[in-house]
């Protein structure tokens, strides 16, 4: 089977898109905040240091400045600030911190100029993300998180999750990881990693190790600001879900995704780097690939199969119901053979829907009545194969006498829902729009505020092609008479898209002029 996973990276979310044989079934999304999440590790610039709140604002590169406090620079602070400096300088060759000489602890109740200065590099991570006015929030105490464990650089502890309550378990794994660790880190053992072999935690931990030695050749000759390390966690966890060997192609439209796509893939399947490529095209991923057609048609009360039959998704607080129809598409020849054909469809479409829309709890289908038992029989191993791809649990009964299926199917993730409808662009859902004659008085109008507003250099005016053949017919036209009354050659130019009464002005670097 051909997997195709199709990632449309956008500065305010990640949207991710799973097709199978072309055909859309899986579909998430994960919000982002202008790519500053937390966990991020950058290379950043004290601006200012502020004695009263006892904290400094540094730049990373976002709008607002990211605020630093005393408590969160951890104990370690000046082994950081030796190592940045090092690094940067090329002092230090080797990203390991077996030769390196640990430095003295700050004191917790000290003061912020003390130990930071105006436009010194510091290492950061994000503690807490952008909100509202306020920049993110910073923590100079870094780890590079994994799903067993936690790599905390200039330490030597190592801690074991408390909800780990077998205490064989705990020293099993605490003298593991002191077998294992490098020097000079420490390791907090995560709750996942009970019971897991040292081949697991080795592996991971030197993934980690790796992480921070990309950070180590990012850092010479860095300038701050400067993004070190990012977390991908949905994209990655969906990766490590669904890959496999008939997993054959990723697209991506960000450089920086596309590359840490490439290194998570080179971590746990290696040979799988080349299905991983590049979106450069101008035209947007979702819509080269045919996403944001399926989005459109999959959702909503509706879908409509090849056939031209189609199903009807109702949802209730007990259950959700989905009713078969054949359309008014299908064959009068062999009424039997062509009401099987309609329900075999119907069962694969059903089963794409429930994953596309994660529909969980009871499932009733209503398939068109069949009268032979044996397409019976054919019918309920077809929705069984079409639903051995799901990855939720699920059961699945045969055809009732009353001719419905039931299922049953564990949620995965929250419901997916998307509302296709379009509110009217001419009347904005009010059902009535401006009369179409007063449009050309309209367009006077606000052509006349332009004017009058002194803009310099040319106008164009867009609008609907009828319009636009009117403004320019006759001799001489209304175009020609705006001319000789404003002594400057507006330029018209026809928008199919545009409705009747809609027309927007534009400047002379293709800006729209706002009139409101």
Not at 151 to 169: C, G, M, Y
Not at 209 to 217: A, D, Q, T
Not at 231 to 259: A, G, P, Y
Not at 368 to 395: G, P, Y
């Amino acid at each position: 089977m051909e997997k195709e996973l199709i990632i449309n990276s956008a500065p305010t979310e990640v949207e991710i898109a799973l097709l199978e044989e072309g055909k859309l079934v899986e579909l998430h999304h994960q919000k982002t905040n202008n790519n500053f999440l937390v966990g991020d590790i950058f290379l950043g610039r004290i601006i200012k240091t502020m004695p009263g709140l006892n904290a400094a604002f540094v730049d990373i590169g976002h709008k607002k400045e990211a605020f630093l406090h005393y408590t969160d620079l951890g104990p370690k602070l000046k082994s950081l600030i030796k190592y940045t400096n090092s690094a940067i300088s090329g002092s230090i060759t080797t990203a390991t911190l077996d030769g390196f000489k640990i430095e003295p602890e700050i004191i917790k109740t000290g003061k912020i100029d003390q130990v930071l200065s105006r436009r010194q590099p510091i290492l950061v991570q994000i503690l807490k993300e952008p909100i509202s006015t306020k920049g993110p929030r910073l923590s100079c105490e870094l780890t590079i998180p994994g799903r067993f464990l936690v790599l905390t650089p200039f330490s030597d502890v190592i801690a074991v999750s408390k909800k780990i309550a077998n205490a064989d378990e705990r020293k099993r794994l605490k003298m593991l990881i002191e077998s294992i660790k490098p020097k000079n880190f420490g390791v907090i053992v995560r709750t996942a990693a009970e019971g897991k072999k040292v081949q697991d935690l080795h592996e991971e931990l030197a993934m980690m190790v790796s992480k921070w030695e990309e950070i180590f050749k990012q850092l010479k000759n860095a300038r701050p600001p400067a993004k070190l390390l990012s977390e991908l966690d949905k994209t990655s966890s969906i990766l490590r879900d669904i890959l496999n060997d008939s997993f054959n192609r990723i697209v991506v439209n960000d450089k920086q995704l596309h590359q840490n796509i490439r290194q998570f893939l080179g971590n746990i399947a290696p040979d799988k780097l080349d299905i991983v490529s590049l979106h450069t095209k101008s035209k947007p991923i979702f819509e080269t690939h045919g996403v944001s057609r399926q989005i459109k048609s999959s959702f909503g009360k509706t879908a409509t199969m090849p056939s031209g039959a189609y199903v009807v998704i109702e949802s209730t607080e007990a259950m959700h119901v989905v009713d078969v129809n054949s359309g008014h598409k299908m064959s009068s020849q062999n009424q039997e053979q062509a009401v099987l054909n309609v329900n075999m469809e119907a069962a694969e479409e059903v089963a794409r829907q429930m994953r596309l829309r994660d529909i969980g709890g009871l499932i009733i289908i209503d398939f068109i009545d069949m009268r032979n038992n044996e397409h019976k029989k054919v019918l309920f191993k077809a929705m069984r194969d079409a639903m051995k791809k799901d990855r939720a649990q699920h059961t699945i009964l045969p055809l009732s006498k009353f001719g419905l299926m039931q299922i049953t199917r564990q949620r995965v993730r929250p419901e997916v829902k998307i509302n296709t409808a379009e509110v009217c662009p001419a009347c904005n859902g009010t059902g009535k729009i401006n009369p179409t004659v007063l449009v050309t008085d309209d367009i006077e109008r606000d052509l006349s505020f332009i004017m009058q507003s002194g803009i310099k250099g040319k106008v164009t005016l867009k609008t609907h092609p009828f319009v636009e053949a009117y403004l320019k017919k006759g001799l001489p036209s209304i175009q020609m008479k705006w001319y000789a009354k404003y002594y400057k050659w507006i330029r018209i130019k026809p928008v199919n898209s545009y409705h009747l009464s809609e027309y927007k002005f534009f400047n002379d670097a293709d800006d729209e002029i706002r009139l409101n």
